[in-house]
């Protein structure tokens, strides 16, 4: 009696993501559920960017690219999730692919603008040249951007599965490529900044910011790596499908926005109005 309760219930609980799944009407409550959060995401995301603007106009273009491509990355993500059901039923299906594979750079892009900040700030510290760090920020990006193209046009050429899976393990690389720059820049930072006398102006506090955004973008980075990964070779755990409506909610949570709205609210703080000169605005 005592095991079978627990078989049961977990009968019950399969049942239930049974239901829910097959259930248009609750596919479309998650979904716009999903859109709405994204959406809230995106507006905080644009708040930030025009406080910073109107705060200190002269920060330098690094962190006003950031809050902007997040205020972006989000508001598309809502947009899709809006209209998902439309989406699904877009001909050629390549163009699905796009649709819902483009916020995925864009969001790695937008991220990997921390790391590249952090760099920066590393790099002046001890006044080691930072005129590398853009161009590389730039190439990386480009040979993402490339490497994704290039798998969008196979997919298209040849639409098969294994062409499928291969940009799936693309993206969990890219995924722990992100994590990497985050635990290795950011706990590089972060352990300088150990080092600095606690009188330190402005030490303590942004000693947190770089811990806990560290924390929080490698756990969210290592996740997405992890279930991408499983996405890819298990079709029960395929995401950006209508009939995994409770999968897509776990996962957008867990790896975009969470994280996202953890990072903004952590670097919620402006900086005072003065003139930053050590920093190379993003151009």
Not at 46 to 67: C, D, K, S, Y
Not at 216 to 243: G, T, Y
Request: charged share 15%; proline share 4%; net charge positive.
């Amino acid at each position: 009696m005592a095991t079978s309760l627990p078989a049961h219930a977990l009968g019950d609980v399969l049942d239930w993501w049974e239901e829910v799944n097959n259930s248009t009407l609750w596919q479309d409550r998650i979904f716009h559920a999903l859109a709405a959060l994204f959406g809230l995401v995106s507006a905080v995301a644009l708040i930030q960017l025009v406080r910073t603007e109107f705060r200190v106009p002269e920060f330098g273009w690094t962190i006003q690219v950031f809050h902007f491509l997040n205020f972006l990355v989000n508001g598309v993500r809502s947009l899709v999730f809006i209209f998902l059901r439309g989406v699904q039923q877009i001909k050629p299906e390549i163009a699905q692919h796009i649709l819902l594979d483009l916020p995925d750079l864009a969001f790695f892009t937008t991220y990997a603008l921390l790391v590249l900040f952090w760099a920066e700030i590393y790099y002046h510290i001890y006044l080691i040249s930072t005129d590398g760090l853009i161009p590389c920020f730039y190439t990386i990006n480009a040979m993402v951007y490339a490497i994704q193209v290039a798998l969008w046009l196979l997919l298209w050429c040849k639409p098969i599965q294994a062409i499928v899976i291969l940009s799936k393990i693309f993206f969990a690389g890219v995924s722990l490529f992100a994590a990497i720059g985050f635990l290795l820049y950011g706990g590089r930072l972060f352990f300088m900044l150990k080092l600095f006398p606690v009188e330190s102006k402005g030490r303590r506090k942004m000693l947190q910011e770089v811990g806990y955004v560290t924390t929080v973008c490698f756990l969210c980075f290592m996740s997405r790596c992890i279930m991408v990964w499983f996405n890819a070779f298990d079709k029960a755990a395929d995401i950006d499908v209508l009939n995994h409506p409770i999968l897509n909610f776990i996962f957008y949570l867990l790896a975009e926005i969470i994280p996202s709205s953890l990072v903004l609210f952590i670097l919620r703080k402006l900086p005072p109005k003065r003139k930053i000169t050590q920093y190379h605005p993003l151009y």
